[in-house]
């Protein structure tokens, strides 16, 4: 795990960054006060983190390429946020980033550290699905959260997480995606491009924490995704046909989901219904809700202030879902406004 810029590997790196040819080792060596030895093992872990770096014999060395990944070096630099993000910790991989938060919130890591992982091995939604997580090509990466707010008001801040993911995705694609389905799914036209699952933690005297756990279809292309998934998921690759900066994404989500948090604290889901309306992707549409106490059929009409589903009944009455899973028989978005 790291946390920490300022390290002489980083400090190595910021060196190749700003010079106009190659770095002599040993100018390297004398600005840091270390052996070449020593900036040649610094050349080393940035090698290991993606880095692509040349030697040019005795004239040292030069950057060529940055890697496409959530690497501190790449992600710190770029955070505009306060607090969040600023506690970083990065997994080459791991089970769950959720599970590796938890572990850390339990003992007393602060609102707003981020756990990213390359790849899970045991990436998980709702209901205990699993979540298709490749290497080098998502974001994978889990939020602390530590709200003053009354228990209840827990159940809107998946809404609040989803247009904070939405607002930041949508500048990498073509105009009105992507939509945010209720719950915790963000769409790209009619495939799911990303999941979100948020765990509370809870005592008698209010909220201890929550964990916000994220994961987006970045780069994938189709032909890696497993068959059964192809018909249903997308990436912002796949919708848009350019690559995307994982690093620069995850630092503009951040400043999103920052934001977006410090209002719904202030005033709760309120502020973010007319939003939420523009990019709901089940308004208006005949769907089913599965839920544990059976299915219900009906005409999604938005949702209310706490975040519930505002189900339509056949017979006109107003249903409110607080769980379950919507489905469509088909999906087609409706016009703004």
């Known amino acids: 795990m790291s946390t920490a810029l300022d390290t002489p590997a980083t400090r190595v790196l910021q060196m190749l960054a700003?010079?106009?040819?190659?770095?002599?080792?040993e100018a390297a060596a004398e600005r840091l006060k270390l052996s070449r030895t020593a900036v040649w093992k610094q050349i080393e872990?940035?090698?290991?983190?993606?880095?692509?770096?040349?030697?040019?014999?005795?004239?040292?060395?030069?950057?060529?390429?940055?890697?496409?990944?959530?690497?501190?070096?790449?992600?710190?630099?770029?955070?505009?946020?306060?607090?969040?993000?600023?506690?970083?910790?990065?997994?080459?991989?791991?089970?769950?980033?959720?599970?590796?938060?938890?572990?850390?919130?339990a003992r007393g890591a602060p609102e707003g550290t981020v756990v990213v992982a390359?790849?899970?091995?045991?990436?998980?939604?709702?209901?205990?699905?699993?979540?298709?997580?490749?290497?080098?090509?998502?974001?994978?990466?889990?939020?602390?959260?530590?709200?003053?707010?009354?228990?209840a008001r827990v159940t809107s801040l998946p809404l609040v997480v989803g247009l904070a993911v939405a607002d930041a995705l949508a500048p990498h694609l073509p105009a009105g995606e992507p939509r945010v389905k209720w719950p915790n799914d963000i769409w790209i036209g009619d495939r799911k491009a990303c999941g979100i699952l948020c765990e509370l933690q809870a005592e008698i005297d209010g909220v201890q924490h929550v964990v916000v756990g994220i994961g987006i279809n970045v780069n994938i292309e189709a032909r890696a995704l497993p068959v059964e998934l192809r018909s249903i998921a997308t990436s912002l690759k796949m919708a848009a046909g350019v690559t995307v900066q994982r690093a620069e994404l995850l630092a503009a989500l951040l400043d999103h989901l920052e934001r977006g948090y410090a209002a719904w604290q202030r005033q709760g889901l309120a502020p973010f219904l007319e939003r939420y309306r523009d990019r709901d992707a089940l308004f208006?549409?005949?769907?089913?809700?599965?839920?544990?106490?059976?299915a219900l059929s009906g005409t999604a009409d938005g949702v209310h202030p706490d975040g519930s589903l505002r189900l339509r009944l056949p017979d006109g009455r107003i249903e409110s879902i607080y769980s379950g899973d919507a489905h469509i028989a088909a999906f087609n978005a409706p016009a703004p406004g």
């Open 18 to 25: 700003a010079a106009e040819g190659p770095l002599s080792g």
């Open 45 to 105: 872990v940035l090698r290991g983190s993606g880095y692509t770096i040349v030697a040019h014999g005795r004239n040292g060395y030069r950057l060529i390429a940055v890697p496409n990944a959530a690497v501190p070096t790449e992600v710190l630099p770029r955070l505009r946020t306060r607090t969040f993000g600023h506690a970083y910790h990065y997994l080459a991989s791991t089970p769950s980033t959720n599970a590796v938060l938890s572990r850390l919130a």
């Open 118 to 151: 390359e790849r899970q091995e045991a990436g998980r939604g709702r209901m205990s699905r699993g979540w298709f997580s490749p290497p080098d090509t998502g974001l994978y990466f889990s939020l602390l959260l530590r709200p003053t707010v009354e228990v």
């Open 284 to 294: 208006g549409r005949s769907i089913t809700v599965e839920r544990a106490a059976g």
